[in-house]
């Protein structure tokens, strides 16, 4: 039996027994109520594009992509933060300290007021203040796009779910290259595809950025 405590008709009762039934089947959450969103923009340094030490599959394409997303939350005026990876040593394959090539490309260049998080790891909340960044501005969802697909979008799409974010990441504003293991050569489509179905089986949400920016609209 189950001990249970003696009731009363509180006064905040006696308030519910004047409800209509229109009252009583008013949600008591606003489903409409739109949660704080950030775009994490990963790692679209030039070393990545033509020219670079590192060229990735598609990261013009991308980077195009991940461009009109950055437009959208800044006119949405949601939490814009980019990533940029820095080797500490100026030997580095790619990214290294004081180059070129470690600079965030022109495509999709920071404003001002923009948080730029440098890194040191593929796990982008690793050793930095990405959390904090994104705890202080209450954020719930995160947006990711960027690069590696395989690597950094992987890394941190992971990270961040293990901490209670709802990840969504872009699949077409991320770029990958060619692998190979054990003999076997992988088509940087294949490497890029492969991640995608991993995250998107239960770490987040992938879409295209059309697709995003069509439901955005219409939340917005």
Request: hydrophobic content about 40%; charged content about 25%.
């Amino acid at each position: 039996m189950v001990d249970q405590p003696q009731l009363h008709r509180s006064a905040e009762i006696e308030d519910l027994a004047h409800l209509t039934p229109e009252d009583i089947n008013k949600p008591l959450v606003n489903k409409q109520q739109k949660t704080k969103q950030a775009l994490i923009v990963v790692d679209i340094q030039n070393d990545y594009f033509p020219g670079g030490k590192w060229v990735l599959s598609g990261m013009d394409a991308a980077a195009d992509n991940a461009a009109q997303l950055i437009a959208a939350a800044r006119a949405s005026d949601d939490l814009v933060v980019h990533i940029r990876h820095e080797f500490p040593t100026s030997d580095a394959p790619f990214f290294a300290l004081g180059s070129t090539g470690v600079q965030i490309h022109a495509k999709v260049q920071n404003r001002e007021d923009e948080h730029v998080i440098v890194k040191n790891h593929i796990n982008s909340f690793r050793e930095t203040k990405l959390k904090e960044v994104l705890d202080r501005n209450e954020i719930c969802d995160i947006v990711i796009c960027g690069a590696m697909s395989h690597m950094c979008i992987d890394g941190i799409t992971r990270a961040a779910h293990d901490f209670g974010y709802n990840c969504i990441v872009i699949h077409d504003a991320c770029a990958s290259r060619d692998l190979e293991f054990n003999g076997i050569q992988v088509p940087a489509e294949h490497v890029h595809a492969a991640f995608m179905a991993a995250l998107g089986f239960a770490y987040a949400k992938t879409i295209s950025t059309n697709e995003f920016l069509k439901n955005k609209k219409t939340q917005d």
